[in-house]
């Protein structure tokens, strides 16, 4: 079993529609929680950064982080197509590595 | 500020080439990893540096990986010798302090070897 699982979808929605996307992990030391958008041919970048349990919103994006569950969840509201891209979660326990998903593919149609 | 930079940005070699990728962290940061990104494998850390001492190199799949750094401002993933089951995309990712949590990528290596 893999540390981290993820969804690999492909997930197609229209545009406006909300999007949900999941990470479940087994490890509980896992402390910091983070979501990364990638873009066909180009490097991750940060999105989202999620210290312990609870929410944090940024604009159209929101990250809920579940630890009794070991669940982490990554929401976009009003989604357009410029979010299409692939969606990484990653954690941390404290220590220097990054234990990442192996994403999940959203594409958002006019 | 200027990214993580990574050249080359594709690279195309046959079997039993050496390939060198070559990575330039954000100016400050303290630390660098190289990670390598397939289909089927997702995001694997191969090898990281803090303050250019490597530190755990573990993900490197064999002894035909080797990765140095020897300042703070470049660093090298060298491949010898090549063979397909290598190709993938190479990222280098770096971080301000050896403690800081967020990493920032460069655009990656795109490696095929035939």
């Known amino acids: 079993q893999k540390e981290v699982e993820q969804d690999p979808g492909p997930l197609s929605v229209p545009e406006g529609a909300i999007v949900s996307l999941n990470c479940t992990y087994s490890n509980s030391a896992f402390q910091y929680f983070m979501w990364y958008r990638q873009y066909s041919r180009k490097g991750p970048e940060l999105l989202m950064y999620?210290?312990?349990?609870g929410n944090k919103e940024d604009g159209r994006f929101t990250a809920q982080v579940d630890k009794s569950s070991k669940y982490i969840s990554l929401f976009i509201r009003d989604s357009q197509p410029s979010d299409s891209a692939t969606y990484l979660c990653?954690?941390?326990?404290?220590?220097?590595?990054?234990?990442f998903g192996t994403g999940t593919r959203l594409q958002v149609f006019p | 500020d200027a990214g993580v930079i990574q050249s080359p940005r594709h690279e195309v070699t046959e079997m039993g080439q050496e390939v060198t990728l070559r990575c330039k962290p954000i100016?400050?940061?303290?630390?660098l990893f190289w990670y390598r990104q397939t289909m089927m494998r997702g995001l694997e850390l191969l090898i990281y540096?803090?303050?250019?001492?490597?530190?755990?190199d573990s993900g490197m799949p064999e002894d035909r990986f080797s990765a140095k750094m020897p300042n703070a401002s470049f660093s090298t993933l060298k491949i010898q010798p090549s063979e397909p089951r290598d190709s993938a995309v190479y990222f280098c990712a770096s971080r301000r302090g050896t403690s800081a949590v967020i990493q920032y990528f460069g655009a990656g290596t795109r490696l095929s070897v035939l």
């Open positions: 100016s400050g940061h303290n630390s």
């Open positions: 540096f803090n303050n250019n001492v490597p530190i755990d």
């Open positions: 999620t210290y312990s349990s």
């Open positions: 990653a954690m941390s326990d404290n220590t220097d590595k990054l234990i």
